[in-house]
């Protein structure tokens, strides 16, 4: 396969997305490609729309002292059951990462031969991922408590009447957005290093998680100036295709959100202070609003969302199968050796004169 620089990547892989995507078109095709491509690369243009134009006052944060038994049961019951859901949604993005891959490796949009394929290979990601986050979690807690702490301390004390020192709370603030920033590049490059370097051996090598790293790492000794303009671009030039997005769909997607609020507004006004029948039905149109506007922010996150995502995964195979042979073979399989002569039958031909 051609080596590409990480420059020279950026244009092919546009066209390998185009021609994925939109050469045979077909809509539901598309959004189920485009829904996993967003989900397994984690981002997508997100819009939210709610039918609720009336905001509630008021205190509606209880205090802690105040809570019955009942609730505080209730609470650590769906503390538990959110983990339970963050850890199989992980899962879920772990096998989708695998089932896209095989998809666009082999060119296919079916997602259920991949799925089925690296099973056991995403499960050691899974539990190997599980490891790799709890760490930087706890890094991180250790890092920002600190702060957390200092920032407790000053609303403390204006609340209670003390001067407010603004010289000292910007210089408290800067270090910790910097620190911020630093725990999402740290986080980004983790989240690069495994999916687009380390996936490709666990899967086409069969590899454990540290034999792939291992075999990653070799590459990224050997260019280290390459990989690091890599990551740049890699984490840079999909912020700027989704800014170029929403900025050129900006006025479509307010014009549809707009009617979408204002019909919600017209009927939540129309069935306000009715009957009791007529409260239902402006319940019911709430609801329908409220899935009409879900659905709608949907469909815009992963018609613009879906390609940048799967550009930023043909990006990363381009680039990464110039260096690796197994995925380089697959992406453009070497031409077939010329036939060898042979001798037998060369020596026996005739001679022309």
Same mark, same amino acid.
């Given at each position: 396969m051609r080596y590409f620089s990480p420059s020279e990547a950026v244009m092919p892989a546009i066209e390998r997305t185009r021609r994925f995507l939109f050469q045979s078109f077909d809509l539901v095709t598309y959004l189920k490609l485009t829904a996993v491509a967003c989900i397994t690369e984690g981002f997508s243009a997100n819009f939210n729309f709610s039918s609720h134009i009336h905001p509630s006052t008021g205190d509606v944060v209880p205090s802690l002292l105040s809570l019955s038994d009942e609730f505080l049961v209730l609470l650590v019951i769906a503390i538990v059951a959110a983990i339970l859901a963050g850890l199989f949604?992980?899962?879920?993005?772990?096998?989708?990462?695998?089932?896209?891959?095989?998809?666009?490796?082999?060119?296919?949009?079916?997602?259920?031969?991949?799925?089925?394929?690296?099973?056991?290979?995403?499960?050691?990601?899974?539990?190997?991922?599980?490891?790799?986050?709890?760490?930087?979690?706890?890094l991180a807690t250790i890092v920002v408590v600190p702060f957390f702490l200092e920032f407790w301390r000053v609303f403390q004390s204006v609340k209670s009447g003390v001067h407010f020192d603004l010289h000292g709370f910007i210089l408290l603030v800067l270090p910790f957005i910097g620190i911020v920033v630093l725990l999402c590049l740290i986080a980004g490059t983790v989240d690069v290093v495994v999916h687009d370097f380390i996936l490709p051996h666990?899967?086409?090598?069969?590899?454990?998680?540290?034999?792939?790293?291992?075999?990653?790492?070799?590459?990224?000794?050997?260019?280290?100036?390459?990989?690091?303009?890599? $990551?740049?671009?890699? $984490?840079?030039?999909?912020?700027?295709?989704?800014?170029?997005?929403?900025?050129?769909?900006?006025?479509?997607?307010?014009?549809?959100?707009?009617?979408?609020?204002?019909?919600?507004?017209?009927?939540?006004? $129309?069935?306000?202070?009715?009957?009791?029948?007529?409260?239902?039905?402006?319940?019911?149109?709430?609801?329908?609003?409220?899935?009409?506007?879900?659905a709608v922010g949907l469909f815009v996150a992963f018609g613009l969302g879906g390609p940048v995502a799967t550009w930023v995964r043909n990006y990363a195979l381009l680039f990464y199968g110039g260096r690796y042979k197994a995925l380089g073979d697959i992406l453009s399989p070497p031409l077939p050796l010329p036939p060898t002569p042979n001798p037998t039958f060369d020596a026996g031909a005739p001679k022309i004169a």
């Open positions: 949604f992980f899962y879920l993005v772990n096998r989708l990462r695998f089932a896209f891959f095989h998809c666009l490796l082999q060119q296919t949009t079916e997602i259920r031969p991949g799925w089925s394929l690296y099973r056991a290979q995403a499960e050691r990601l899974f539990e190997a991922g599980l490891i790799i986050w709890a760490i930087f979690l706890v666990m899967a086409l090598d069969d590899a454990t998680f540290r034999e792939a790293w291992r075999a990653a790492r070799a590459h990224i000794g050997r260019e280290k100036g390459s990989f690091f303009f890599y $990551l740049l671009l890699r $984490l840079v030039l999909p912020v700027i295709a989704m800014l170029v997005l929403l900025i050129s769909a900006g006025i479509p997607l307010i014009g549809a959100f707009g009617i979408l609020m204002l019909c919600a507004a017209g009927f939540r006004s $129309l069935f306000d202070g009715s009957t009791l029948l007529s409260s239902v039905f402006g319940v019911f149109f709430e609801v329908l609003f409220g899935f009409v506007g879900l």
